[in-house]
């Protein structure tokens, strides 16, 4: 390996501590403490470029939001991340970009609260996979499999956001006015630094039946809960929550963007009837019989009228 | 994701069981039940085509080398394995292709007792990234760090061959005379199918002070050692153990070819000294005062003169 790799891996290897960490970056393999009676939950994603974020986006937009989309799947599983590692190929070591790479890690590490504990550093077209590992006490990490009929579906945050933000960094939202500059950049961001939602994860693991995060697009991704569980969903469209920001742009269809735009890395859940939501999680539809997923609401003011 | 993909995704799920895994490939995450007092170990190794592997080289054998080498961090650390995820990039679902890369999958998923328990797949330039778990007793696992001046220095198997390998599949060996179809065999399958000495595992715990596995050579790999441990090493260049495969061609260098070669996937590890070695390690060596890595013993007869 070049000199100026092993230079980078050593500045990589500066994000390797936490409380899980027996040994980190720099051996054959790292050790990992998992807590007693707890699981190891394991999940990769793969970030290329030019299919998963634009050509010539920043180095440190890839770089955190590898991560961030890695660490929402531990979050949809109701586990507390323990740490990281990353494959990284790029077509060269140059300086510059990998000190913003590095910059987008240190500031997700430090986020989300993940070591980053071993990786690999190697030459060719530029692609990030992210295998992030946490931990859950021993059966009750969150699947998609466990939806009853008559369960509340829930999401955190808000959504579209990121679908739209993707839209005004690629040029595509044809929209004839240009938003605001605070409006561009909140979604903007949206896109390029999700947040996921590790804040819930042990509300959910006493409360939910069934969690997902949500990266394809909330119908998309519902589908998976609904055919695991054997369930139908009925998504009541006038309840998504939208961002003031998304709100604001009149000219994009929200509605659709809530639906189908991906890239939120927010969580889709179900829980028991009646059970009270925690600030930041909203009620938007129910869990029902046959394995459908379905839209009810006023459709077209919600902007969305021909999906399937 | 294509409906193709799908096919394929839950083609490779079938390699998921393992006594170890609670949830295998098909949620947000895998999880993963690790023994009461032991540590998760954990590595990452990527395989870019043309890089780690001649383009046009078979799906089965890339997918099992990949596996192998990942396996073989395992090893080295003397971890056993429990799972492991796959990052795949392939410019496009080919069948016939996938079928082979399965094959391969499923050889090595036997071979090492590895369950695939998650994964990614996406689309891009053909590139393989394999995280392996194992388990460890809790402070067992063995390190780069542990070696100590008066230890002897041994190595499993037979090195070089795998280098040997590589040049005769790229047609780079400039052989005056065609080995016989038995020695060529014997050698590129040393490269493409490496064999982690994951059965030295539970040995070396009890025995080694120090371990790495040798993916770029011995006398690189082993450098390793001797900075992390701040000693020097003394090899002795007579006692390298060569295949007969390795030895019956002459006008190879293979003496440079076990010093120098890579991807054998063996292990050079450190035993006080008296240890006695059971079949497969072999003495090479000894660990010194100093931090430089020498060689001693006939090395021209060797056929290795040149290095640094």
């Known amino acids: 390996m070049p000199s100026e790799f092993d230079l980078i891996y050593r500045y990589l290897a500066s994000f390797g501590g936490g409380p899980s ?31 998963h974020f634009p050509i010539n986006t920043l180095a440190e937009h890839i770089a955190y939001r590898a991560v961030a989309a890695a ?7 109701a586990a507390d991340p323990i740490g990281m590692t990353l494959a990284l190929t790029v077509p060269h070591a140059d300086e510059l970009w990998m000190h913003g790479l590095s910059m987008g890690l240190a500031s997700a590490v430090g986020d989300f609260s993940i070591p980053l504990v071993g990786g690999d550093l190697t030459r060719g077209p530029l692609c ?12 009750q990490s969150l699947r998609r499999t466990g939806a009853r009929v008559g369960d509340v579906l829930c999401v955190t945050g808000t959504l579209g956001d990121a679908a739209a933000g ?42 939910a039946t069934s969690a997902i995060d949500i990266s394809d697009g909330l119908l998309a991704d519902i589908t998976h809960i609904a055919q695991a569980s054997g369930v139908g969903l009925v998504v009541d469209v006038e309840s998504l929550p939208l961002s003031p920001a998304l709100s604001s742009l009149s000219m994009l269809n929200s509605g659709k963007l809530a639906l189908t735009g991906g890239d939120d890395y927010e969580l889709a859940v179900t829980v028991a009837p009646g059970t009270i939501l925690p600030e930041g999680l909203r ?26």
């Not at 990992?32 to 990769?44: D, G, K, M, N, Q």
């Not at 660490?71 to 599983?77: E, G, N, Q």
């Not at 044809?174 to 561009?184: A, E, F, K, N, Y």
Request: aromatic residues 6%; hydrophobic residues 40%.
């Open 71 to 77: 660490v929402s799947d531990l979050a949809a599983m």
């Open 166 to 207: 993707l839209m005004l960094i690629e040029g595509t939202s044809q929209l004839s006015v240009l938003p605001d500059i605070d409006t561009v950049d909140f979604l903007e961001q949206r896109f390029y630094r999700p947040s996921p939602r590790l804040e819930f994860c042990h509300w959910l693991r006493d409360n």
């Open 283 to 308: 009620r938007i539809g129910l869990v029902t019989e046959g394995e459908q997923v379905k839209c009810s609401g006023d459709i077209e003011g919600a902007g969305y009228d021909h999906f399937k």
């Open 128 to 139: 990030l996979s992210v295998t992030v590992m946490g931990e859950c006490p021993a059966g």
């Open 21 to 51: 960490v027996v040994l980190g970056v720099g051996d054959d393999g790292a050790a990992l403490r998992i807590s007693p009676a707890h699981e190891l939950i394991v999940s990769t994603d793969t970030m290329v470029e030019g299919r």
